[in-house]
């Protein structure tokens, strides 16, 4: 069974960057299309971007596009998104997901969850 693990979170201000990793184990993530996702308090879980098993597509959510970069290295068998400008809507549990099929910003087609990553914006 495949395991993600996403580290990287923390406190930043505005303006911020942050890089966070999702990690797998137990398997590879070679043919795992990767979600990243978000969830504010009270809020419902957000899809923000997706990237294919190869790298070869890649999708935002509109409130990060131009913002955030996903990417990914198998030979690591580690997914990563890079934050940059944060803003303090950007604050929530940050969480990677895998499926095998098409990448989705729906969150209950997904297999695999992580545990999530804390990321609060705040001065």
């Known amino acids: 069974q495949l395991q993600l693990v996403e580290s990287g979170g923390g406190l930043v201000q505005p303006g911020g960057s942050l890089r966070l990793s999702c990690a797998a184990s137990?398997?590879?993530?070679?043919?795992?299309?990767i979600g990243w996702f978000r969830q504010a308090p009270g809020k419902e879980r957000e899809g923000i971007s997706c990237?294919?098993?190869?790298?070869?597509?890649?999708n935002y959510a509109d409130s990060v596009e131009g913002r955030f970069i996903i990417s990914r290295d198998n030979a690591k068998n580690t997914v990563y998104l890079q934050l940059n400008s944060l803003k303090p809507e950007d604050t929530g549990v940050y969480y990677c997901?895998?499926?095998?099929?098409?990448?989705?910003?729906?969150?209950?087609?997904?297999?695999?969850w992580g545990q999530g990553t804390q990321v609060t914006v705040s001065s």
């Open positions: 997901a895998a499926k095998s099929t098409s990448c989705s910003a729906s969150a209950g087609l997904y297999n695999y």
């Open positions: 137990r398997r590879t993530l070679d043919y795992y299309n």
């Open positions: 990237i294919s098993t190869r790298g070869g597509k890649i």
